[in-house]
């Protein structure tokens, strides 16, 4: 891959990107991940024919969610940075995307997670609750376990989704492999550059779904 590097791009820059693109995709992963799980369980327990029927609740949360994953990245981008200042002190470069990568991936893997957990039979939850279970329980011992391989599924294709927001910040200074498609292969006309980033994007999301799909079949073994 050296030779393919231009005399535009800098081997240091290159590692930096990968660094920044890892460091934006690992933080809103996880805190996503974190908030997007609380509310796909939330939304399951909440709907009217859930366990915990709050009916009101959760057309509210629902307009919320689907509000939100209406709008294209790009133009939430624009929205939300201004706001991230009070959090990260900064609304440029790499910390500032956080924030919107996090408001963009929860809602989504929150209804990834919903269908995951709706596809877990009616039969398992009312046996659990014959048994005396209560919400939680039934949430932690019974429905996500049984959901697992599908919730592994789930937030592999969340992550691959939040790689191709990560690649799509760079339009607006946010570092990482986009920034440098953006401001040393398509500003600059270098072809290459945009080449060897569209190579490593691929092989990134070809090895996250690798993984996942090993993952989804391990839990469905066990």
Known sequence: MNQWLTTSLTKEQFGMALVQTFNMVSVS????SLLGMLLGILLVLIRKNGI?????????????????????????????????????????????????LIIF??????????????????????????????????????????????????????????IDATAMSGTVGGGGIGDLAVNYGYQRFDYVIMIITVIVLVLIVQSVQSLGNWLSAKTKKN
């Open 105 to 162: 991936v929860a809602p989504y893997i929150a209804r990834l997670i919903e269908n995951s957990l709706l596809s877990v039979p009616a039969g398992i939850i009312e046996a659990a609750q014959s048994m005396g279970a209560t919400n939680f329980q039934i949430i932690r011992y019974f429905i996500l376990p049984e959901a697992m391989p599908s919730i592994v599924l789930a937030l592999t294709t969340a992550l691959i989704g939040l």
């Open 52 to 100: 915990w029927p709050k009916p009101f609740l959760h057309k509210i949360l629902n307009i919320i969610i689907n509000t939100i994953r209406s709008l294209p990245f790009i133009i939430l981008l624009i929205c939300v940075l201004p706001m991230a200042r009070p959090f990260v002190h900064t609304s440029i470069g790499t910390k500032a995307m956080f924030i919107p």
């Open 29 to 32: 992963f996880v805190l996503g």
